[in-house]
């Protein structure tokens, strides 16, 4: 199943260990009437059993509709939709930006935490 890092993490992993000192077990990683030890869940892309299903998410960017070149450096006012982490980007700015296209740009880390994959330790995942 594909998820992001962040879903991932919230998933109990069968290989994980952790130790316990209250307990004969060198190391578990669950207990039978217990909740999962927080360190046997998954850490994601931290493990060398983690595969990404999708290409690396391109960053998303919504075009200014009025005329750019009439704004000063300050950002306009977030058109709606447009989170306000997203930065603005004057005409011209940025890679592969159109010199007449002004807009909002999505960050880099929000780009990242959309890209999904899975545990490569049991075979590819499906859909």
Known sequence: MLMTERDARAKWCP???ASNER???VAVNRHPVAKPDRDCFC???GCMAWRWGDAEQTRRFV???DNPRSLSNHAPHLPD???DTWE???HGEGEGR???SAGFREPQCEADARRRGYCGA???AEG
Do not use: D
Request: aromatic share 12%; net charge positive.
């Open 122 to 124: 049991f075979g590819k």
């Open 23 to 25: 307990e004969a077990a």
């Open 98 to 100: 159109s010199p007449h």
């Open 81 to 83: 939709g447009v989170p």
């Open 88 to 90: 603005w980007l004057r």
């Open 43 to 45: 850490i994601a892309s």
């Open 15 to 17: 290989h994980a260990r």
């Open 63 to 65: 075009v200014f509709k």
